[in-house]
């Protein structure tokens, strides 16, 4: 392991790159946070001016290039991500990319090849349900044979609320990506198909806004996975996955006992424990768990967790995804053969 710590810059200071930069800083070993970059340039100043050392620059590149960092986490929108990731492996740097990796397949298969062609693996994809503690014990207890084949997976992903403008698409590519990584996760197989179903929209959200949305992923192997993502519940984030097997099923994310209700109605309203208002509180252990091990892995000049692939093929399922939600029918999923892993 490398004596020095990692210098890390932070591409995207929104509200995932702040709460990053912030990890590093503060909760990560091993690391340091070095720069900042973001389009808004006082917000940049702003975050770097509250901790020693910490430069903000304006141009993302810039900030890639630089020498004095070592390995960058982008968390900036997905449409920038393209030539981002591309940067750090020109540079040879290690990145630790939020989720989407693109918003469109041809652009995320260019970075799996780019990454192939340097000969060295670089790229970490933020799908954080793979760190959390929980969901962590799903697999294993899927993995040990104790429940049984998996023959079903059933998800639910909701938040309180997502910045205007977040249309039907965005449902797809933004939010139930990260049920689709875990669908590939826990069945360790590809998604055949998928059929997004468009129920009775809340009325909370603009005409024409598709929310909840409902998903049937077929997996390579026959089995179903069922995903309901409601991103405009108005009261709280909940994420729950649970896996049903021959021999029983497993829940991760269901902190609760007697009954639940987050209505205001009769008989409803809370369980007696808290219901975190969004991501960064309910995914905070696996967002450490996250940065640390990309730390950790980077020092040793390694990659863990999710891969460019892995980014890859979910683009490549959310982007059927989204075909299915125009047309309201099933669409195949159609991926090449998996290149050799660098
Ligand atoms: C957001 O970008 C995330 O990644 C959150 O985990 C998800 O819950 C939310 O729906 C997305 O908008």
Redesign the pocket.
Known sequence: MAVQALRVGVVGVGM?GADHAERIERRIAGASLVAVSDPDEDRAADLAGRFDGVRAIADPLALVADDQVDAVIIASPGFVHEEQVLACLDHGKPVLC??PLTMDSDSSLRLVEAEARGGRPLVQVGF?RRFDPEYVQLKRAVDSGAIGRLLLVHNT?R?KD?PQG?RSE??VR??M??EVDVARFLFDEEIAEITVLSPTPTGAQPEGVVDPQVALFTMAGGAIVTSE?F?KNQVG?E?RCEAVGERGSVIAGANWSGLYSTGNGEGGGSWGGSIPA??RVR?ERAYDLEVQAWVDASRRGEVVGPTSWDGYAATVVCTAGMESLAKGQPVTVELPQRPVAP
């Open positions: 995932m939020e989720k954080m992903h938040n997502v977040f965005m449902i933004d939010s990506v990260h993502l991103v984030y994420v969004d991501f995914f």
